[in-house]
């Protein structure tokens, strides 16, 4: 099935400091979803790109569907310590049989350390 | 808001028991899904519905099953509880296919289940 490549695997960053995570793919897909799981919950949607080289601002998070289709980025500005948790990225293609479901595949997850 | 909540936070199960993990959504969402979660592997798809009676395999469907016998309740079940279905159990829920807003999963809180 396809793929995400989703990177770094893990960040331990300072208070303040902007964090940039990313996922690519060697598929092309028609959405872009970035998640956020805080510690012993289930993933929150933050994010969703629907159209190549959309660029959508939820607060202090950006994000960005690629050119290519292929890959998308997230960066967080002037990170807080409530930013600790895990971000998934998540993409999904028109055109594949079982997307009637609306299935998504997902990246492995960047966690996300912060010191205050 | 959606509400997607799963019947229990923590199970703890002996190995070769029958378990069952419920779930239920409040939005009259299509779309039921279920994971696993282990470290470093992300988020796995176990099953998927897109209608009550309806289900796919995911991409790890083996030693489970699942029962869609109303819209709002998707319950996965382990035949046959093993070691090495020690994991988190993520179920969420989407709008029907009809735009990019299908691909939004909503998850519950997660069931960490350890089978000894």
């Known amino acids: 099935g396809q793929q995400l490549n989703q990177s770094p695997q893990s960040m331990f960053i300072q208070e303040g400091e902007d964090v940039s995570m990313n996922c690519t793919s060697s598929?092309?897909?028609?959405?872009w979803l970035w998640y956020k799981q805080d510690p012993g919950e289930g993933p929150v949607l933050l994010i969703a790109l629907y159209k190549a080289g959309e660029l959508t601002s939820n607060g202090r998070l950006t994000a960005q569907f690629g050119i290519t289709r292929k890959d998308s980025f997230l960066n967080i500005s002037a990170s807080i310590p409530s930013d600790v948790g895990i971000y998934f990225c998540a993409g999904a293609s028109v055109g594949v049989v079982d997307t009637n479901a609306g299935k998504s595949t997902f990246g492995d997850g960047t966690t996300l350390t912060v010191k205050p | 808001d959606v509400k997607v909540t799963q019947s229990s936070r923590y199970l703890v199960k002996r190995t070769g028991e029958k378990v069952f993990l419920e779930c239920v959504q409040d939005m009259d969402h299509e779309n039921m899904f279920w994971y696993r979660q282990d470290p470093g592997l992300g988020l796995r798809l176990i099953y998927f519905s897109y209608d009550v009676k309806m289900k796919e395999k995911g991409d790890i469907p083996e030693g489970y099953s699942v029962s869609r016998e109303k819209k709002e309740r998707f319950s996965l079940i382990l035949e046959s509880a093993s070691t090495n279905q020690t994991s988190m159990y993520l179920c969420a829920s989407s709008l029907p296919l009809g735009g990019g807003a299908s691909y939004e999963q909503y998850f519950g809180p997660g069931t960490r289940l350890t089978v000894t």
């Open positions: 598929s092309i897909f028609n959405t």
